[in-house]
């Protein structure tokens, strides 16, 4: 583990390795040690999964059990699109190493890049700038909630939110009248002078719908 304490930022970086040979899984216990300190932290790993969410050309089965875990303690994979791949061999090309971190850094990571300085390994070096985030930014809360969408739940997310949206705007309608519910909040919020007011209320809405029918 690196601590980086100078007088612009502090944070913790540490590597690991999700063995292939093991589940993926008990890697989980250690990451939420990690992050349950609570300070800035950024962790390098070779995830040896490969997925779409973070600009992989394929995925494997390794990736959703990843992505679960990552969506439910609301931690980020700071990856960008790139051309570059960061594992390459003989047998291929893949995205597989991730920069992991955890709300109280992510406004502070300005720039992410493969280096092509080489590395003598299979794995390319990622570059990343870490700095205080201006002002502009500073105005924002990051602490927001993921949740893991799954296909079976639409239809409980839907039904939620079409409950909650008369309840919150006080309008008098039978669930799975969707269109005429549609109309009546286009045509209040034309009128509505106030437009923050209504996005407010629908994002409630929203959430509450997430909250019950998603968790």
Known sequence: MFRNNTRK??????????????QIEN??????????????????????SRSKTWHGKI????RKKLEEYL??????????QSEKFTFHNSRGSSRIDLKITNNNLIADVQVWEISEEDSSSDHNFLKYKIGKANSYKNKY???????????DKNYEYDRKLEKEIPKIFKIKI???RVEEMDMNLSTRAAKENDLERIVVSFT????????EALK
Do not use: P, W
Not at 141 to 151: A, D, G, L, T
């Open 174 to 176: 039978n669930i799975g």
């Open 141 to 151: 809360n990051y602490q927001c909630i993921r949740y893991i969408v799954k296909e």
């Open 71 to 80: 969506a439910s303690r609301h931690l980020r994979i700071i990856n960008e």
């Open 27 to 48: 890697s989980y216990t250690k990451m939420d040690e990690i992050f349950a300190k609570g300070a800035r932290i950024l962790i390098a790993t070779d995830s040896i």
């Open 59 to 62: 995925t494997n089965i390794r």
């Open 204 to 211: 409630e809405a929203l959430q509450t719908a997430c909250r």
């Open 9 to 22: 930022i502090k944070f913790f970086a540490l590597g690991m390795y999700l063995d292939i040979e093991e």
